[in-house]
T-cell receptor, first 113, second 113 residues
Framework: KAGVTQTPRYLIKTRGQQVTLSCSPI?????VSWYQQTPGQGLQFLFE???????NKGNFPGRFSGRQFSNSRSEMNVSTLELGDSALYLC????????????FGPGTRLTVT | QKEVEQNSGPLSVPEGAIASLNCTYS??????FFWYRQYSGKSPELIMS????GDKEDGRFTAQLNKASQYVSLLIRDSQPSDSATYLC?????????????FGKGTHLIIQP
């Protein structure tokens, strides 16, 4: 079974721009969660989508948003990029049915200059 | 604030010995606990999940959970150089998955040949 895929793998953007990241979950998984990983803060939860609905949301500003499509694929958008948004953005998928075992994709490395 | 604490290390263990990694969590109502392994430059990989008090074994790995002490550990038997990585403890706090996975900052493990 194919794992979680994320595109693009690397991205360089300028402060003030916006960016969209994509995630395709493991086949059959209906829950997609997004995390931000930085050296200082570690892994932090952004939000979770299940059946096209945002089910949970972490403590991030409204510039961070996402959506999920009917095929469970998910996108994450960051508007008005700031230097501090430079991070590894990780997507994780799970069955979403009374299980929290999450499997991570390879991540998107975002650099904001 | 719901926190997960780990010793950052590095923890140096000779090849063939048992590596013991520890994690404490602040939310007494937490129900689900996970260990992830993350190699440098890679995404986290799920290696163990544990939900009830006691030990759970999977190959060379044993997870131990003590909810009364709010403590979870990971033992790696017959440590190999390929086990050298950062090990992340993750917890689902009380309230189900509303806050996603809460991660510790990780323990850097070095297996010395």
């Amino acid at each position: 079974k194919a794992g979680v895929t994320q595109t693009p793998r690397y991205l360089i953007k300028t402060r003030g721009q916006q960016v969209t990241l994509s995630c395709s979950p493991i086949s059959g998984h209906r829950s997609v969660s997004w995390y931000q990983q930085t050296p200082g803060q570690g892994l932090q939860f952004l939000f979770e989508y299940f059946s096209e609905t945002q089910r949970n949301k972490g403590n991030f500003p409204g510039r961070f948003s996402g959506r999920q499509f009917s095929n469970s694929r998910s996108e994450m958008n960051v508007s008005t990029l700031e230097l501090g948004d430079s991070a590894l953005y990780l997507c994780a998928s799970s069955l979403g049915q009374a299980t929290y075992e999450q499997y991570f994709g390879p991540g998107t490395r975002l650099t904001v200059t | 604030q719901k926190e997960v604490e780990q010793n950052s290390g590095p923890l140096s263990v000779p090849e063939g010995a048992i590596a013991s990694l520890n994690c404490t969590y602040s939310d007494r109502g937490s129900q689900s606990f996970f260990w992830y392994r993350q190699y440098s430059g890679k995404s986290p990989e799920l290696i163990m999940s544990i939900y009830s008090n006691g030990d759970k074994e999977d190959g060379r790995f044993t997870a131990q959970l003590n909810k009364a002490s709010q403590y979870v550990s990971l033992l790696i038997r017959d440590s190999q150089p390929s086990d050298s990585a950062t090990y992340l403890c993750a917890v689902i706090p009380s309230g189900g998955g509303a806050d996603g996975l809460t991660f510790g900052k990780g323990t850097h493990l070095i297996i010395q040949p």
